[in-house]
């Protein structure tokens, strides 16, 4: 069972990316993205889609 997430930027809190990710792991992502608000690569974590 997939679980379909957004990833949220870190520093302005936009949702700028939609994926899916494993239930079974328990563990939140966190990925260096670009962030179109920002202007920048920043940190995005996992949150509710
Ligand atoms: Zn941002």
């Known amino acids: 069972m ?3 997430i957004a990833l ?3 520093k302005c809190g936009n949702k700028n990316y939609y994926t899916t ?3 079974d ?5 966190v990925l260096k993205k670009y962030c179109p608000k920002c202007n920048t690569h920043t940190e ?4 509710k889609a």
């Open 2 to 4: 997939r679980e379909v």
């Open 8 to 10: 949220k930027c870190s």
């Open 21 to 23: 990710k494993n239930k």
């Open 44 to 47: 995005h974590q996992e949150t």
């Open 25 to 29: 792991k328990k563990a939140k992502l």
